[in-house]
Each structure stands twice: as structure tokens, then as C-alpha cells.
């Protein structure tokens, strides 16, 4: 079955070459040109992917992405025309699960489609061969101190209370956790988290890992919980340690 991808743009001509190139690459495409009613079409849709423009008429896509990201669990890549790098950290600091600046290259465009997809797949596989994916039983929960990490129903729960984290957020803090003690490098992240390798200017990885330390109540200025360790990556601690 074909993906469906929604595309969110009020730049009639950028939105049909985008439209076109991607149904002859197989996909299902459908394009909404306003903020205004965005939100009722992706619930209309339920697309596999949002390509999101930030500049809409009505409302933002950075308010639609903080606004859908609450209940749409799949994919949202985010266009902007803005050469300021903040609206990258703000996109991803908000729920977006990539981002590209325009003018997109067409190319890379569906390169990053179809990473995202792919995870999507793989994901999909999972659920329906848990039999053979799921991990040894000691490993399905994972507690540390107050958080409970759970593999199996992909739920988190801190001091009793479930934390809402989004795909991409779970699948990263499953990573870290799984691997409390070590050092992972922002390349080994961006290949086990996204499936693609990590090109050295990317920051999703850092702006995913700032919005599990709010969430998880851990200071970003003195985390406890997923520390910085400088030049090398990011370490989750097991419980007790403080360094």
C-alpha cells in the first residue's frame, strides 16, 4: 500500500512540483493551502507524513505542529524559507521529526521521506512479529529510581505519571536506557534512532534530547538523568551514579 503524505503550503507553484515529483515516486499526495483548517485535514487524513510549511496564512505550522503533536503520532517534516537556524531547534523543540530549508532539492527531499517512512516500516514489522522482536523478559521495563521505561507498550511513567513522549522521543530514550553506562555518540544515535547516517550539521539529536530532559524533569543546566559528555556524545546514568 502506497504511503500518504499531506503537504501543508500556501506557494500554489512549489507545492504542485512537490505534489507531482512525489506521485511519481509512488506516493499518495494530497495538499491543503492554509493554516486555517490544516489540523482537520490531517485528522481528516491521518497521513503517514506532514510536509510542513512554517509561513501559512492563519495559523503557523509551528503552531500546528505543537497543536497536532499531542495526538498525531506520525511523521512531520517541517519547510522553511528562513536561513535562521533557530526555526530548525524551534521545529524540532516542537514535536517535527526533521526539517529543510528551501529551495529543496528534490532529491534530498525524498531521501529524508523515506527515512522517516522507513522507520515507520520498521516499526509497523515490529508490531506485527512481537514474537520474535521483543527483548529477553528482564529487558521489556527498564526502572530507574522514579522512571519506569516500559519496552513492551512503549510507555513511561515518572513518579507514577505517564509522560507523553513522541515516537521519535520514545525510540531515543529506549536507546540511551537500554544502554545506561555508556557512552553513545550522536552518529551512533542518529543511526539506530533515524536509520541513516548522522551528517555532522544535523541538531535533531541534540534538540530531542533537550525536550526528554524537560520532560523528564532533568536540568538542562545540571541534568542528572542524560548527560553531555563533551566531544564524545550522550550517557544516560544507571541509578546511584553522580558523574
Not at 187 to 206: E, K, L, Y
Amino acid at each position: 500500500m502506497s504511503e500518504r503524505i499531506l503537504i501543508i503550503e500556501d506557494d500554489q507553484r512549489l507545492a504542485n512540483l512537490i505534489q507531482v515529483y512525489l506521485i511519481r515516486q509512488g506516493y499518495l499526495v494530497q495538499w491543503h493551502n492554509s493554516g486555517a483548517g490544516a489540523e482537520e485535514k490531517i485528522q481528516q487524513l491521518n497521513p503517514d507524513l506532514v510536509i510542513l510549511d512554517v509561513m501559512l496564512p492563519e495559523k503557523t505550522g509551528f503552531d500546528i505542529c505543537r497543536d497536532i503533536r499531542t495526538w498525531f503520532t506520525n511523521y512531520i517534516l517541517i519547510m522553511t524559507a528562513s536561513e535562521d537556524n533557530i526555526d530548525e531547534i524551534v521545529g524540532l523543540e516542537l514535536g517535527a521529526d526533521d526539517y529543510l530549508a528551501k529551495p529543496v532539492e528534490p532529491r534530498l527531499l525524498l531521501a529524508r521521506i523515506r527515512a522517516l517512512l522507513r522507520r515507520k516500516q520498521i516499526e509497523t514489522d515490529k508490531d506485527n512479529h512481537k514474537e520474535l522482536t521483543l527483548p529477553q523478559a528482564n529487558n521489556k521495563t527498564l526502572i530507574f529510581d522514579n522512571l519506569i521505561i516500559d519496552g513492551e507498550n512503549r510507555k513511561v511513567l515518572l513518579q507514577k505519571q505517564e509522560i507523553d513522549l513522541t515516537t521519535a522521543e520514545f525510540d531515543l530514550l529506549w536507546l540511551l536506557a537500554h544502554n545506561a553506562g555508556t557512552i553513545l555518540s550522536r552518529d551512533d544515535i542518529f543511526s539506530q534512532v533515524r536509520g541513516i547516517d548522522f551528517d555532522g550539521s544535523d541538531r535533531s539529536i541534540d534538540a530531542r534530547v533537550s525536550r526528554l530532559r524537560r520532560k523528564l524533569l532533568d536540568d538542562p543546566d545540571n541534568p542528572l538523568r542524560i548527560k553531555t559528555v563533551r566531544g564524545k556524545g550522550y550517557l544516560f546514568m544507571r541509578e546511584g551514579e553522580n558523574h
